[in-house]
């Protein structure tokens, strides 16, 4: 088993985790000012021939993390890390992005706090991947000593985003939807995902 073949029937039954949807605010979140260097990126990314996820994360993802930490330096980015709980057969694999609270790691290290997905086709197919993941997030923050109860996920074809959000037994995923042409909307969200985990 691996995060990749999760339902929403396997985790309820598995760990008793429920998926609902909720309107999580985020429309409401400031915008972001871009810099110049993550605009000529995007636009660059855009140019490309695009028909991956491999590249959907390479041309117009990385830049946005990388803008993302260039912002924080309280945070380290992962991508295409392994990231497998020890001692659960089930929860195994390798998100395509993982953000720790913690500056300048080479492993990852609690907290985890945000999982992002890319998905080729339609991102539904995404959100219980997702779920999954920031499912074993916090798990892995429980065993490090790390208790935080709320974990934040994505699941995006890089050009449209929807968020998810764990808190106590239920994965909730954002009724809204965000895109790739509001980019300052996109990184103010991220932006506020980012500040509630700062000490």
Sequence with gaps: MAYSEATF???????????????LGF?????????????EDIDDGKAMPIVSEKAKSEF??????RELQRKNPNITLFSGISFNLKNDKFLQGTPDFMISARPRR?????????????????????????????YAARIFNQEMKEPYETIYGAVTNAYD?????????????DKERFFLNELPK???ILQYIVEQYKD
């Design 9 to 23: 029937p396997e985790l309820k039954t598995k760990y008793g985790i429920l998926q609902d949807y909720q309107n």
């Design 27 to 39: 429309e409401f979140v400031q915008e972001s000012k871009l810099s110049q260097r993550l605009q």
């Design 60 to 65: 117009l993802l990385a830049p946005i993390f």
């Design 106 to 134: 080479a492993n990852v290290e609690a907290p985890i706090f945000c999982m992002v997905e890319a998905k080729n086709g339609s991102i539904e197919e995404g959100f219980a991947q997702c779920a999954a993941e920031i």
């Design 161 to 173: 985003w929807v968020f998810l959000k764990l808190e106590g037994n239920t994965v909730w995923i």
């Design 186 to 188: 996109l990184m103010g």
